[in-house]
Each structure stands twice: as C-alpha cells, then as structure tokens.
C-alpha cells in the first residue's frame, strides 16, 4: 500500500515561496513511475500543477505556473519536491502529491494520493 505524505504547506503573502514535499512509501519502487502535484482551490476542480517522470526525470509543469514552481526528485530519499516562487493569490489552495505508473495530466489516472498540504497566498 503506497503511502504519500505531504508538508511544508503555509501561509505567505504575495511574491513569497514554499517548498512543498511529498514523500513515499510502502510500495515497490518501479523503474518508471510518475509524482505529480496537483491542487485544488475552493470551488474549483483538481488540477495538475507538475509532474515527474522518475526514472527519465523529464518534467511538466503547468502554463499557469511556468516559471515560478519547479518540481524535482530526490531518488535516495523517495521524495518529490515543488518548489514554489513568486506565489499568488491565485496559487491559494490545498496541494496533493499522486503517484502513478505513467505520467498523465488527469487526476482520474492517479490512484494513490496524500492527504493533501494547505496552501495560502495572502495579497
């Protein structure tokens, strides 16, 4: 059973930064697999903000946060990291780290998931 384990969620103000981790466990690791983030603000869908392959470490990261969120792995420690600069408003929300023996954009593909990390941007 995979276990996935958020932290580093926050309160900041406009123009801040967060480092988010994800950081799992229980299952057997596969040569390719794929650690995505994904939040959800209220009243919106779940949506994809970057995700990872781990074995290619080729990496997607959302239009709406190119530039500013850069997502990377530590192998060793099992761990997948979202870095997060020059945060909005906008980027306010709860933050899930999933997991996946592919890298797809949807999170219907995603059947392991943590608990999610609180994210808030204050202007």
């Known amino acids: 059973q995979v276990q996935l384990v958020e932290s580093g969620g926050g309160s900041v103000q406009t123009g801040g930064s967060l480092r988010l981790s994800c950081a799992a466990s229980g299952h057997t690791k596969r040569r390719d697999e794929c650690m995505a983030w994904f939040r959800q603000g209220p009243g919106r869908e779940r949506e994809q903000v970057a995700r990872?392959?781990?074995?290619?470490?080729?990496?997607y990261v959302a239009d709406s946060v190119k530039g500013r969120f850069t997502i990377s792995r530590d192998s060793d420690k099992n761990t997948v990291y979202l870095r997060m600069n020059s945060l909005k408003p906008e980027d306010s929300g709860m933050y899930y780290c999933?997991?996946?023996?592919?890298?797809?954009?949807?999170?219907?593909?995603?059947?392991?998931w943590g608990q999610g990390t609180q994210v808030t941007v204050s202007s």
């Open positions: 999933a997991i996946s023996p592919y890298c797809y954009a949807s999170p219907a593909n995603y059947n392991s």
């Open positions: 990872i392959d781990t074995n290619s470490r080729r990496a």
